[in-house]
């Protein structure tokens, strides 16, 4: 275990919080307690709704919340661009708890509002509530994590992971209406703990706080996110016809994906020191679409391959995380803005995808089709992968960065151009102006971060570009990938 991390340890609450809110997706998502054999889902109160989405065959309360979390985040959005941090707005995080807690009342206990139209009214209304809730929960969270940069980002969502996997196993255990009073709870578990650990995080900067954001949106990370999230909701919507007996082995594997893909993301990075593009490259899209392959099989193994999908979605999914707080390090901006964008691309992915795979099933009703459906979703998965992902940071790329170094060049990078810096006769304090350049800072962040005046980076920018034959920043980054082989 790395001092990092044992640090974390004991910020118990903190743990406990962000644990709570994973526990309360997977009980909710991803057990039975909530749909599935024997519960809502199998009366006709769910089977209703069901019907009522086209035919296909989703659980009633992953689309319906899903929509919500897509329309709540959007709403936040434009509120992340006046508000810094976003968690400042007053009573958000106690309005997100009250109304995540009512929504599971209200899906785990639809006959309090009586039988037929009364209870699907009720349902339908808590899967709401549930999808406006838990958006706002999940954006918070993501803010609060994300400001503290990527490494920390990284050890909190690991260790709350593995925290969540014995909680889930333990309220599963519970007679279920015990069960589902205890899910209930945990969205004011959550919140709770967030407004405890909210006030031991450094504020941004008073220029920072309540500023109007002006400039183009990451598209390319949009983009990245609404394709993993297409692929996550194709994926869902393939296996929802799923037999009823599989079902908890599915939800149980799925779990085990879910902690065990943490751990690996922390192996990776930690021991491996891998940068973004390898985690992304080497690791998330390769078992993503083996997922896929294992589609036009039976049970158990297609049930596996959603185990697989998931844990190579789950490791990316931490890896967007840890992008967030590096992306608004990097540019300076609020953070509540990438992690609301990044989150609603990749729930309306996941809403879009689920949808298209559940019809999908609907037209692939033989092992032939599904197998072309299955090797198309494999061919998509790497086509993409050759383009949108050559390089998210124009200047650079992923490769650069090293998600457990503080936000700087990974060490390959950083060795790399050390390397170079003797080669081209820079000095010691020209070799330190030298990384913050690689890393697309500018004269201003430059003078501040190394205390010198802006005249002085001035010079040693200057310098810089004279010993390398260039005149501008962009041809000195094109002229360290060419001649310190930087990749």
Request: net charge positive.
């Amino acid at each position: 275990m790395t001092p990092s991390l044992r640090k974390e340890l004991w910020r118990t609450p903190d743990l406990l919080g962000f644990a709570a809110h994973w526990t309360w997706i997977w009980c909710v998502f991803w057990s039975s307690l909530f749909y599935g054999e024997g519960t809502l889902l199998g009366s006709s109160v769910g089977a209703g709704a069901a019907t009522g989405l086209a035919g296909i065959a989703l659980e009633p309360l992953w689309v319906t919340s899903l929509l919500a979390n897509v329309v709540t985040i959007a709403f936040l959005l434009p509120l992340s661009y006046l508000r810094n941090p976003l968690s400042d707005v007053k009573g958000l995080p106690p309005l997100a708890a009250v109304l995540t807690a009512l929504g599971t009342v209200a899906i785990s206990h639809p006959a309090l509002a009586g039988t037929g139209d009364g209870a699907s009214t009720l349902y339908l209304a808590g899967s709401l509530l549930t999808g406006v809730g838990s958006g706002i929960v999940v954006v918070l969270w993501a803010e609060l994590l994300a400001s503290l940069g990527s490494q920390r980002t990284v050890n909190y969502s690991v260790v709350s992971l593995l925290i969540a996997a014995v909680a889930y196993l333990l309220v599963r255990l519970l007679p279920i209406d015990v069960a589902q009073l205890v899910v209930a709870l945990l969205p004011l578990v959550s919140m709770g703990c967030f407004v405890h650990f909210k006030r031991s995080v450094p504020r941004p900067p008073r220029a920072m706080r309540n500023v109007r954001v002006r400039e183009k949106p990451p598209v390319r990370m949009m983009v990245i996110a609404v394709f993993f999230g297409v692929s996550f909701g194709a994926m869902k919507g393939l296996i929802a016809p799923v037999g009823d007996d599989w079902i908890g082995v599915r939800d149980q594997l799925n779990i085990i994906a879910i902690a065990g893909g943490a751990l690996a993301v922390f192996v990776t990075m930690s021991v491996y020191k891998m940068d973004f593009d390898h985690l992304t490259y080497q690791i998330a899209l390769p078992l993503m679409a083996a997922g896929f392959l294992f589609l036009p099989l039976h049970e158990p193994w297609n049930v596996i391959g959603t185990a697989v999908h998931q844990f190579g979605y789950q490791y990316f999914y931490i890896i967007i995380w840890a992008l967030w707080a590096l992306l608004a390090r990097k540019l300076d901006k609020p953070v509540a803005r990438f992690a609301s964008l990044s989150m609603m691309m990749l729930m309306a992915g996941q809403l879009a995808g689920s949808i298209a795979g559940a019809q999908l099933v609907l037209l692939a009703d033989d092992p032939y089709t599904m197998a072309v459906v299955a090797a198309c979703s494999v061919f998509v998965i790497l086509l993409v992968s050759l383009f949108a992902f050559e390089s998210p940071f124009p200047e650079s790329g992923w490769s650069m960065f090293d998600p457990l170094g503080q936000d700087g060049p990974a060490p390959r990078f950083r060795r790399s151009l050390k390397k170079l810096a003797e080669m081209r006769g820079l000095s010691p304090r020209e070799t330190e102006v030298l990384e913050l350049l690689a890393k697309g800072r500018n004269c201003s962040f430059i003078s501040t971060q190394l205390v010198i005046s802006e005249e002085t980076a001035k010079t040693h920018i200057k310098r810089i570009y004279r010993k390398f034959g260039v005149h501008s920043q962009q041809a000195l980054l094109d002229m360290i990938e060419l001649d310190g082989d930087c990749h």
